[in-house]
């Protein structure tokens, strides 16, 4: 779901394992390299260009990739319709981008489940909230270069899934932001996973730009490859109960992988908390952890960071994807 991704700018490499990235101009949005006009909303100043699920992320195990739907299967054999869809410019495309981008909208089908196109939902369908959202991410992977094949891979995750999302139970996790936000985005991760550590300022970010809209809850999920990994998430939740787990979290990351039980009561004696409330806090977190990895297990997460977006698997290119996806929710959800 990663391949053929062109970067915009160079990118910095990440030698601890963790996501490469852009820093942007100061000043520039997020999403400035996808064009204005097809976005609303505000964005974020860090994009991130490191695939999702692939080198930046932390994998539990090997997972067969059975490639992308081919693009022959649902590509028209007839005439391409190039009219312009209301509210999607497409004008800033090259002729092959454009016929490209045609002839996704008219055979992806509808985003609300309905037997027609993506084009047909767009123009007609006034019900359908998702329909111009959607015709707006086809048209950032096609500006981006991400091949067909992938585009509609990357749309059939999102808008064709086949099972319903998870439910998941959030009701004690940590939380960062308001806990009536209209979107809920939800991570499980590894404090050992040179990929989490790198998404975390990541987060941060969307979180200060939608702090209105978005708020993130934590699910322990250790990978098992980082000896102390579990100790680190029962620390963190240890903390959360004193109000102190944002700043856990970051020196967690900071001081990783030096999370053995000694080194996170260090951590626990350096944030200013009852070190004997914490303790025991710590030993009675175990339970939460295992909860939280079976939720994962349940859903199928094979890497971290895997991020869910009001129940839904998170299946974009890149991270910087997570801001439309973010106004999409805001929209059909009002």
Avoid at 167 to 173: E, F, Q, S, T
Avoid at 205 to 211: F, N, P, S, V
Avoid at 212 to 237: H, N
């Amino acid at each position: 779901m990663t391949r053929d991704v062109k970067p915009r700018a160079p990118v910095l490499g990440a030698p601890d394992g963790g996501a490469a990235f852009i820093e942007i101009a100061e000043g520039e949005s997020y999403n400035g390299a996808v064009s204005t006009p097809r976005i609303s909303g505000s964005f974020l100043l860090l994009l991130v260009t490191a695939p999702l699920l692939v080198g930046a992320a932390c994998e539990r195990k090997q997972t067969t990739d059975t490639g992308a739907i081919q693009a022959a299967d649902r590509a028209p054999s007839g005439p391409v319709d190039t009219t312009p869809l209301t509210g999607v410019d497409a004008s800033k495309l090259d002729e092959g981008k454009k016929k490209l981008f045609y002839t996704l909208v008219g055979s992806l089908g509808s985003p609300c489940g309905q037997a027609q196109s993506l084009r047909k939902s767009v123009t007609e369908e006034t019900s359908c909230k998702r329909a111009p959202f959607a015709a707006k991410y086809v048209l950032a992977l096609v500006e981006d270069e991400v091949n067909e094949a992938t585009i509609r891979e990357t749309y059939t995750a999102k808008y064709e899934a086949k099972t319903p999302p998870p439910k998941l139970d959030i009701g004690k996790a940590p939380r960062l932001g308001n806990d009536d936000a209209p979107v809920r985005l939800v991570e499980f991760y590894d404090y050992g996973c040179g990929g989490c550590k790198a998404f975390k300022p990541i987060l941060d970010k969307i979180l200060e730009e939608y702090r209105d809209k978005a708020a993130a809850y934590f699910l322990m999920y250790p990978l098992g490859k980082w000896p102390d990994s579990r100790s680190a998430a029962q620390a963190s939740l240890a903390a959360a109960q004193q109000g102190k787990f944002r700043e856990m979290h970051a020196m967690l990351f900071e001081r990783a992988p030096a999370h053995n039980r000694d080194a996170v009561m260090g951590y626990a004696k350096e944030l200013g908390l009852d070190v004997e409330k914490f303790k025991a806090a710590y030993e009675a977190a175990g339970p939460q952890v295992d909860l939280d990895h079976a939720q994962g297990e349940k859903s199928g997460i094979e890497s971290t960071p895997t991020l869910f977006i009001n129940d839904h698997k998170f299946s974009g290119p890149s991270w910087r994807y997570v801001g439309l996806w973010i106004d999409e929710e805001v929209a059909v959800n009002r």
